[in-house]
């Protein structure tokens, strides 16, 4: 009787592996799968609404996954386990609003750029805060954990000045609440989120200008080719603008 238990517990615990095994490759390039993992809480680029994660990012990661023949699969997780998931192959690839950085490259591959964007800076309306140039150490800035914001932020101002928080919603409701004087946020998710909320506005000047692009592990040169390709074509026939203007009006 124990002896059976034990065989029948062998018996299930196999065909878990085997389940298991079969689940993980589900992750891998080659049966069609296009595992990407991004932080959906930074409107316009990925974002939920209802039950649904969308947003130029999204779009142009089905465009693409279409270009090559794969369906498309969104793993929603902390902006800053992206890089080491992408790493570790857990996920094909990295699309979230992701800033080209010479220390990322350390880690991952980046494709071709697809957008540029600006560090911005947001404050309460009335705020003594009017300009970059009166922020110190003495400032309370609030950013999203992981981010070059957050960086950027640190080398400038010194770790103790800031707040790291784990999206920049949460950032962004703390500035609300009185609870840091401003935040340092790339500049369309800036303008979702003072759109959002009433009583925020955002400081004319800029503070970094970068750029976008989707990361892929080192050594998966076939997919970063493969999606190097599809992006050119989508940026020549017009679709990626067309996502972009979907989302973003033109001042
Ligand atoms: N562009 C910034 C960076 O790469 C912020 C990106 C945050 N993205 C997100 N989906 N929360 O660090």
Do not use: H
Not at 79 to 101: E, P
Not at 134 to 148: A, F, H, P, R, Y
Not at 154 to 181: I, M, P
């Amino acid at each position: 009787m124990k002896k059976k238990l034990l065989s029948m517990a062998l018996v299930a615990t196999m065909a878990f592996s085997m389940f298991a095994a079969c689940s993980s490759s589900e992750k891998k390039e080659d049966d069609n799968t296009l595992v990407m993992a991004t932080n959906a809480t930074f409107p316009p680029y990925e974002y939920v609404e209802g039950s649904e994660i969308v947003g130029i990012d999204v779009e142009i990661a089905n465009a693409i996954a279409d270009k090559l023949g794969m369906e498309l699969q969104i793993e929603n997780v902390e902006f800053d386990s992206i890089i080491a998931g992408v790493a570790s192959d857990k996920y094909d690839m990295g699309m979230s609003g992701m800033t080209v950085t010479e220390e990322r490259k350390q880690s991952i591959n980046f494709s071709d750029t697809y957008a540029t964007a600006k560090q911005v800076i947001i404050v309460p309306e009335g705020s003594a805060i009017q300009s970059v140039d009166d922020l110190s150490e003495n400032t309370m800035i609030g950013v999203q954990q992981g981010t070059t914001g957050a960086l950027y932020a640190a080398d400038d101002y010194g770790e103790t000045a800031v707040t790291n928080f784990k999206s920049g919603t949460d950032a962004v409701q703390a500035l609300v609440a009185g609870k840091v004087d401003c935040v340092i946020i790339d500049n369309e998710p800036a303008k979702a989120y003072v759109e959002s909320n009433s009583g925020l506005k955002i400081l004319d000047t800029e503070y970094v200008t970068e750029e976008y692009a989707i990361c892929i592990a080192k050594g998966n040169d076939e997919l970063l080719e493969k999606v190097n390709a599809a992006l050119k074509e989508l940026k020549a026939d017009g679709t990626v603008d067309s996502i972009v203007n979907k989302y973003i009006t033109a001042e």
